[in-house]
């Protein structure tokens, strides 16, 4: 079985599945001479440089459970995650401690990924894929119902879902939500993510009789009035307490009333200024106050969904840096354009 370095890549193709078919089912204790050839034929081929015959042994090889360990491991290890992949989710052959392994090495961008990807994975390795703190490996393992995922770990990635938006719709699926986690999301998430939280049957009765009423009052209307909001909020000021972590503690409260005060308070605005932005949905504006206001963009992502109801696809996050993503032109802008939208 010799594999001139010249030959036509479609041959290589062609003899990959060939080979990885002739593994099949010949028993390990007869060691026979068809089964060691193709064996060495196939490992020459996976420490090739041409991938797509490395995929092609994969996708034959990933679900066969008597070819060689040593084959397996190698195309899981491979940094190509199209050829990795294919093994790293079906193979019977992979354990937890192998799995654990490559989340470590994460030998391509999309191991670890794919791992969280694979059915039936225990909490061990769930725990290392949170702990990766790989933002797609996160959205793939939450994604995944057949996944084992400690209560502790579930609480954790709630507490962290509002910088983090497009972990809140699978955390709110996820087969078992932890009460802590789904108090935690309640706080949030934006108005068609509460239904979906509201409709859980295995939610706390006090918390989705509290949802049922801000889906049909809406938040503005929930936790008391204006005047009392705005009155707390000018003593927290004068006091010196108003400050980013209160604005956050009313948004993780769902208490928009008190939010929107605390943010017109800080940013120096008319009330009506923050709830215009709320009422036109508008993202810039509503960053651009909580810029005004002396907050960071931690603030600025979590006002959107509360007190604009912006949808997870739709918020604005930080920029690379975790700064504002709106130059200061923009923002001065978006201030002055909600202030003219009171005037008569």
Do not use: C
Not at 18 to 38: C, F, I, N, Y
Not at 106 to 116: H, I, L, M, Q
Not at 193 to 200: D, G, K
Not at 282 to 295: D, H, M, T, Y
């Amino acid at each position: 079985m010799d594999l001139h370095p010249d030959a036509d890549e479609r041959v290589r193709d062609l003899l990959a599945h060939k080979l990885a078919a002739m593994t099949h089912g010949l028993p390990d204790e007869a060691q026979s001479r068809v089964r060691q050839q193709a064996y060495e034929a196939l490992t020459r081929l996976v420490s090739e440089e041409v991938e797509r015959v490395r995929a092609a042994i994969a996708h034959v090889v990933k679900d066969l459970p008597d070819v060689p360990k040593a084959l397996i491991l190698a195309l899981a290890r491979d940094n190509s995650v199209t050829v990795a992949e294919p093994v790293i989710l079906f193979s019977p052959l992979l354990t937890s401690e192998d799995l654990l392994a490559l989340v470590s090495a994460a030998p391509s961008p999309g191991t670890v990924a794919a791992v969280a990807r694979r059915p039936g994975i225990g909490e061990a390795v769930s725990d290392a894929v949170v702990a990766s703190a790989d933002p797609d490996a996160i959205v793939a393992l939450l994604d995944n119902p057949s996944a084992q995922i400690r209560e502790a770990a579930l609480d954790a990635l709630a507490a962290a879902a509002h910088e983090h938006v497009d972990w809140q719709a699978p955390l709110i699926r996820r087969p078992v939500l932890p009460p802590r986690a789904a108090q935690a999301l309640s706080e949030i998430v934006s108005s068609h993510l509460l239904a979906t939280l509201a409709a859980r049957p295995d939610l706390d009765p006090t918390l989705a009789s509290r949802l049922a009423q801000r889906l049909t009052l809406g938040p503005a209307q929930v936790d008391g009035s204006g005047a009392e909001s705005m009155a707390e909020a000018h003593r927290l000021s004068r006091a010196g307490l108003l400050t980013e972590q209160t604005l956050l503690s009313a948004v993780r409260r769902g208490d928009a009333a008190m939010a929107a005060a605390l943010l017109a308070v800080a940013s120096e605005v008319p009330i009506e200024v923050v709830e215009r932005a709320g009422t036109l949905r508008n993202a810039k504006g509503l960053v651009s106050l909580v810029w005004q206001a002396g907050f960071s963009m931690r603030a600025g992502v979590a006002v959107q969904g509360l007190l604009g109801l912006v949808p997870p696809a739709e918020t604005l996050a930080a920029n690379a840096g975790g700064g504002f993503p709106l130059s200061v032109e923009e923002l001065r802008w978006q201030i002055s354009f909600l202030s003219s939208t009171l005037q008569p």
